[in-house]
């Protein structure tokens, strides 16, 4: 049964920072990228950066310049370092996660998701 477990959201003033961890547990296919997605009320949930196991990275536009996505391939762990934070980061962040057989096929996994909410 795979698992992903987040932390590190919290409160935090305009123009600070958090560090958000994801480890994933129970996984016993290849991984194909790990990465967060964030849903502000009101809204749909939206990519904000995905790592896959080849290196590359997708960030939403929006973060660009201010998040950074890391691996830790050891402990199957994801996480983001998110910068100049603005009161429109405000959202619940969920951890991803995309398993694959090595074919086309893919099974993704969430999170429970953590809050973040950046206010004065």
């Known amino acids: 049964q795979v698992q992903l477990v987040e932390s590190g959201g919290g409160l935090v003033q305009p123009g600070g920072s958090l560090r958000l961890s994801c480890a994933a547990s129970?996984?016993?296919?290849?991984?194909?990228?790990m990465g967060w997605y964030r849903q502000a009320p009101g809204k749909q949930r939206e990519l904000v950066a995905r790592l896959t196991s080849g290196g590359v990275t997708n960030y939403a536009d929006s973060v660009k310049g201010r998040f950074t996505i890391s691996r830790d391939n050891a402990k199957n762990a994801v996480y983001l370092s998110m910068n100049s934070l603005e009161p429109e980061d405000t959202a619940i962040y969920y951890c991803?996660?995309?398993?694959?057989?090595?074919?086309?096929?893919?099974?993704?996994?969430w999170g429970q998701g953590t809050q973040v909410t950046v206010s004065s």
């Open positions: 991803n996660l995309d398993v694959t057989d090595g074919s086309s096929w893919f099974r993704r996994y």
């Open positions: 129970g996984v016993n296919l290849s991984i194909r990228a």
